[in-house]
C-alpha cells in the first residue's frame, strides 16, 4: 500500500483528492489545518491530522507524524492547501504578503524539505504541488496570490532539475476555476486587510470586485469545473513512471498557456481583459 500525504482536504479538491485515492487503495494522510475538520475526516474513515502551514512546528511535527504512520516512507506529497487575498496590488501591506507567503509558499516547501530525505532514502517519491493558471498568468485583483504561486512554480521548477539524479518526480498542477471555497474563504483576509473605504481604487472594488467577491447565487464561473478534475490528473501523474513537468486544468489555463506564448505582454494584457 503506498501513502500520500495531502494538505487543504477539509473541502474541495484536497477533500476530493484524498476520498478517490483511498478509494483506489492507496494510505492517505488527510491534514487540515483545522482539527473539527480533521475530526470530520477521521469520522467518514479517512486518516486525519492537523498540518497548518502558517506553523513552522506545526509543519515539522506533521511530517514526523506523516512518516511515523507510513512506517518512516511517504511515496508522495501534495501540497495543496492555499488561500487568496483580493485587492489591488497598491493596497496590499507588507503584513499581508508576509502571511500569505507563509501559508501558500513557505509552509509548503519546509514540508517538502521535512520529508524529502526519507525519499532521498528510498530513492523514489512524488512532490506534487498545486499551482494555478494564477502561476503563470497575472490577473487583477488577485497580485498576492499570483505572487505566491509564480514563485511556487519557480521554485518548483529549480526543485524538479535539483532532483533530476534521482527517481524523486516533481509536478505542478495547475488549475484554472474549480468548484471550491476558495473564494469564499477570502472574504475574510480582504475585509482584515484592504481598506476600502481608503482606497484610490474604491470605485473599482465597489463595481467590479465586492459583487463577485460576495456572490452566494451559488452560480458557477465561466468554465468552471468540478474538484474531480484536478484529482484526475494528479492520479495520471502519480500513475506515470515519467510524469509530465504540468498538467493544465480546465480551458482557461490551456488558452492561457497558448496565448501567453504567442502574444506581446501587451497584447496579453488586452486578451485577459475580455473577459
Known sequence: MKTILITGCSSGIGFDAARSLHDKGWKVLATCRKQEDCERLEASGLTSFVLDYADTNSVSEGAKRALTLGNGKIDAL??????????????LPRQALRDIFEVNLFGQFELINCLLPSMRDNNRGYIINNSSVLGFTG??????????????EGMTDVLRQELAD????VVLIEPGPITTKIRANSIAPFERWINVQGSANRK?????????????????DRFELPPKAVTDKL?????????AARYYVTVPTYLSGYAKRLL???MFDRFLAIR
Open 78 to 91: 501534495f501540497n495543496n492547501g492555499a488561500y487568496a487575498i483580493p485587492g489591488c496590488v497598491e493596497d
Open 139 to 152: 490577473m487583477m485583483y488577485r497580485g498576492a496570490y499570483c505572487a505566491t504561486k509564480f514563485a511556487m
Open 166 to 169: 534521482t527517481d524523486i518526480k
Open 204 to 220: 473599482r472594488y465597489e463595481e467590479e470586485l465586492k459583487p463577485r467577491l460576495y456572490d452566494d447565487s451559488g452560480e458557477p
Open 235 to 243: 492520479i495520471k501523474a502519480l500513475e506515470s513512471d515519467n510524469p
Open 264 to 266: 506581446s505582454s501587451r
